[in-house]
């Protein structure tokens, strides 16, 4: 049966993707779906531990996770498109107005 | 209880060969598509591991609502042709930071594999806790809203801020200070067929 560690490693490793994916990719709306990669491995871990302590709170906090990564959804594709309104580009290396 | 086993070694495959694939794809609609799919392995994983109301809300939410909206960010920016732009845009100090940044993920990989094995004290099985049932939705919502009701209308504001920030961000009206509008706004109500004699010119050329 799989155990707590299983699920703890194969959250540590989608968690260590999706920060992979954050330094890797030049592309603004890959990086926002990265984040989302590493919240769900948290959520992952939240539900694991919550299943070994036998608590109904790590279920009641990844609804709250879940929320927060919706509006954070929503406000990060807002400035991505008003970021893409103004430069034309996805490239986070186009946005360099305020580099001195 | 081998079953199990494989049920997790086949969502967790799906779910890192998917994310894998998220970050290795160049087309934008690809890397949502295939995150969905990884969500929808999560979701399995949720479900064995006997929280099956998050795993619906994880479908609902996450694979139909979060990701329909970048999709339709994906779509409305006409997103993949972008990708020769950003092929050929990255500098030298970007390469050099990507670098370092693959270099520290696997790092941070490798150390938490580690640190996860040595701590095998915390034990493989799960206990039978609560007799094998998994919490009800009726508990679940008696927790939320008894326990965690601070949270949850905190949540609720959390959502309005960032209603008004995405509109505030993304309104219509940053776009019309950028561009130069000749014309002078219409402020009054006008009927949009104008009368005859307010089409005629002050100036009319039989008139001079």
């Known amino acids: 049966m799989a155990g707590l560690i299983h699920y703890l490693v194969l959250s540590g490793v989608l968690f260590a993707i999706g920060m992979m994916g954050v330094f890797l990719r030049r592309n603004v709306i890959t990086m926002l779906l990265s984040i989302e990669v590493m919240l769900n491995a948290v959520n992952l871990t939240f539900i694991a531990f919550g299943r070994f302590l036998g608590s109904p709170d790590g279920q009641i906090i990844v609804f709250f996770v879940i929320t927060v990564a919706a509006a954070e959804a929503a406000v990060g594709l807002a400035i991505v498109i008003a970021l893409f309104r103004h430069t034309e580009s996805l490239n986070p290396d186009a946005f360099r107005e305020l580099k001195g | 209880m081998a079953s199990d086993l494989i049920l997790f070694y086949a969502f967790g495959a799906i779910a890192v060969v998917a994310t894998l694939l998220v970050i290795a794809q160049s087309n934008p609609i690809y890397s949502v598509l295939l995150l969905i799919a990884s969500f ?22 996450y694979a139909g609502a979060i990701m329909v909206l970048f999709l339709f960010v994906v779509m409305l920016l006409n997103a993949p042709r972008e990708d020769a732009l950003e092929a050929s845009g990255s500098t030298e100090e970007s390469t050099g930071a990507r670098a370092l940044g693959l270099v520290l993920a696997m790092a941070m990989a490798i150390e938490l594999v580690w640190a996860l094995n040595r701590t095998r004290i915390l034990g493989f099985a799960f206990p039978e806790g609560r007799g094998g049932t998994s919490w009800s939705v009726a508990e679940l919502g008696r927790i939320l809203f008894g326990n965690y009701a601070f949270a949850f209308e905190a949540t609720s504001i959390l959502i309005l801020i960032a209603m008004v920030g995405a509109i505030t961000l993304a309104g219509r009206h940053l776009t019309e200070k950028r561009i130069p509008n000749p014309e002078p706004r219409i402020t009054s109500p006008e009927p949009l067929i104008p009368s005859p004699e307010s089409r005629i010119p002050s100036r009319s050329p039989w008139q001079a």
Not at chain 2, 40 to 61: C, E, S
């Open chain 2, 40 to 61: 929808m392995a999560l979701a399995g994983l949720y479900v064995l591991l006997d929280a099956p109301f998050v795993a619906v809300t994880q479908i609902i939410v």
